[in-house]
């Protein structure tokens, strides 16, 4: 169990460009959490999926961005013409079971910074 | 929103205990109450979870107020590595997939002192 792993570990990008993020989460995790923390905050909660499906959206995600989760394992977060305000820890976290108890796995992150 | 409420910060002295204080008055019947952490520079961590009754695990113990309207996570002894943000979490029912996420509000800022 080498745990939840996240990568690149940081990333600096242009204004405008597009940027994608990977998350490997512990093996049988069957959800997968994306989370975005800005300095100061706790994380904020952007998207689940259950498998390969992804079962809920924040309204804090934006059309620019986007998530996928192919055949139920890795997951990516693209984020389109990247801003700004888009200058974040994003966060990737996997868990076995949805039940009331559930014990989440959070990865290192990846730290965005948009010029 | 977050639906618990905790100090911004406290301060302890290494090896002493430290109780961290967490109100969740609009807490429901099932709810669990969950604790995690985070050390600089990295990804929360799980340290504890109750329902009712009081809880310990090697990292920490939760005591829960008999009408589960606020709880405590109790640090036997802080080392310089228990400095970290500690969030109290009830699970959001909320949303489109009754997901039951996580989520955190500002938590409380630990300083350990030597």
Known sequence: DTGVSQDPRHKITKRGQNVTFRCDPISEHNRLYWYRQTLG???????????????????LLSDRFSAERPKGSFSTLEIQRTEQGDSAMYLCASSVTGATNEKLFFGSGTQLSVL | DAKTTQPN??????????????????????????????????????????????????????????????????????????????????????GSSNTGKLIFGQGTTLQVKP
């Open chain 2, 9 to 94: 910060s406290m301060e302890s002295n290494e090896e002493e205990p430290v109780h961290l204080p967490c109100n969740h008055s609009t807490i429901s019947g099932t709810d669990y109450i969950h604790w995690y952490r985070q050390l600089p520079s990295q990804g929360p961590e799980y340290v504890i979870h109750g329902l009712t009754s009081n809880v310990n695990n090697r990292m920490a113990s939760l005591a829960i107020a008999e009408d589960r309207k606020s709880s405590t996570l109790i640090l036997h002894r802080a080392t310089l590595r228990d400095a970290a943000v500690y969030y109290c979490i009830l699970r959001d029912w909320g």
């Open chain 1, 41 to 59: 905050q706790g994380p904020e909660f952007l998207t689940y999926f259950q498998n390969e499906a992804q079962l809920e959206k924040s309204r």
